[in-house]
């Protein structure tokens, strides 16, 4: 999220016995994120920075060109966001009572973090141009439509939101709008279920579909309700068995120009950007840390359904707290050690702080209803920020993740001589 124009980029790829990853939420995003997000704390340390004015400081702005070298010109205001996320937390108030209570208690330290991160939606570059994702509308004999995409539903709420666009753009009730099962025998290939893309690109093909099946049927741009449906039912009146199917074929917007070769230019058709606080406490007697609070403010395009939505960040967030605190994979010989739930940990409702979460909303001219994608998203900023929470209270590097009681300890020895010696 941040304006850099000294950028150098080397890749390697490297043989290993052991999964070094897989198909996770984030999809490398993460990893990355933590580094980046730590490292902006380090460095505003060693300048004797405020974290929260070097991050405004380097923020991108429109106008400005990332790594890739696409320019930035969506009208988000970055520094809103994190501006709210700083007043929800309390950011100044609290981390002056926190740098006050240092002294008090001995056994029980507090620190408060922060982490400011961006998620590119869709396949990158020109992979949504090569996947050409198409979907149908059709109209049913009851006067109904059958939405038909090869999206998963898998608790994300697509089936929900789906519904939703059909029943906004043609007017019908909800109960005339069926949601195909992702047959492939049945449905068109719309893409896979991944990349923060369901709502943003495949809801958008949606919404267009609908109005191919209204010109089908000889109706204006505007109509809708018992209009559309009694046309439908006039069409099968009409046409017997011949079925009547509005499509949509993606189309590459304008904006997007990407060199596969160089890897250069518009890595993205959007981004969703965050900034999120994470207040923690560290029992020194048993080394375990609790996350007590934490805010989550991302700019999204268009919220399409609030309850969905604050439910994939409140998961995502939760998810994101278990990395960072719990999720330790263990290999000997290339093979998982603690494969069971027995010795894989994994946070219940009582480990998990409340998790207040605020949209902001910039509408993305090619999402459906201008939404972006936020699946991914609410698992970039967890690490980093509790990581970041954890070296303000002990001063530790918080280098890695998750930082286990085992892992905490040894940092915090490691301090200690260091500072004796």
């Not at 923020?59 to 320019?71: E, H, N, S, V, Y």
């Not at 699946?375 to 980093?384: A, H, N, Y």
């Not at 993740?401 to 490691?414: K, V």
Request: net charge negative.
């Amino acid at each position: 999220p941040y304006a850099c124009d000294a950028v150098r980029i080397d890749g390697r790829a490297m043989l290993t016995n052991a999964v070094p990853f897989g198909a996770f939420r984030g999809f490398g995003a993460p990893q990355a994120f933590f580094g980046l997000e730590r490292h902006m704390d380090v460095v505003a340390a060693r300048l004797g920075m405020d974290p929260v004015e070097f991050r405004k400081k380097n923020l991108i702005r429109d106008g400005q060109q990332t790594a890739t070298g696409q320019t930035i010109n969506d009208g988000v205001d970055r520094l809103e966001v994190l501006d709210t996320a700083l007043r929800l937390s309390n950011w100044t108030a609290r981390r002056s009572e926190i740098e006050q209570q240092k002294s008090t208690d001995p056994l029980v330290k507090r620190g408060l973090g922060l982490a400011v991160f961006h998620h590119g939606a869709g396949f990158t570059g020109n992979g949504e141009l090569m996947l050409q994702s198409v979907v149908h509308v059709a109209g049913t004999p009851a006067g109904g439509v059958e939405v038909r995409t090869a999206s998963v539903e898998m608790g994300q709420g697509m089936t929900t939101i789906f519904t939703q666009l059909a029943v906004d753009r043609l007017g019908l009730d909800a109960d005339a709008v069926v949601i195909a099962q992702p047959d492939t025998h049945r449905v068109p290939n719309s893409g896979p279920s991944v990349a923060s893309r369901t709502a943003m690109v495949v809801g958008f093909l949606v919404e267009q579909a609908c109005d191919d099946l209204r010109r089908r049927l000889g109706l204006t741009e505007d109509a809708c309700g018992s209009v559309v449906s009694d046309a439908i039912l006039a069409w099968y009146a009409g046409n017997g068995a011949e079925e009547l199917v509005g499509e949509s074929t993606y189309v590459q917007p304008h904006h997007i120009d990407w060199d596969e070769e160089t890897y250069q230019g518009d890595a993205y058709g959007a981004y969703a950007w965050a900034a999120y606080v994470a207040e923690v406490e560290i029992d020194l007697r048993t080394y375990g840390t609790r996350v007590t609070n934490f805010v989550a403010v991302q700019e999204v395009g268009r919220v399409l359904n609030e309850t969905l939505a604050r439910g994939q960040i409140q998961g995502g967030v939760a998810q994101g707290i278990s990395w960072a605190l719990l999720e330790d994979f263990r290999w000997q010989d290339g093979a998982m050690q603690n494969c069971q739930l027995t010795n894989y940990i994994i946070p219940t409702s009582d480990d998990l702080p409340r998790i207040r979460v605020e949209f902001l909303e910039t509408p993305y001219p090619y999402g459906a209803q201008g939404a972006k994608g936020i699946g991914e998203l609410p698992m970039d900023g967890p690490g980093p920020a509790i990581a970041n929470a954890m070296a303000h209270a002990l001063g530790i590097s918080a280098a890695a993740i998750p930082i286990t009681p085992e892992r905490l300890m040894a940092e915090i020895d490691g301090l200690a001589a260091q500072r004796s010696s």
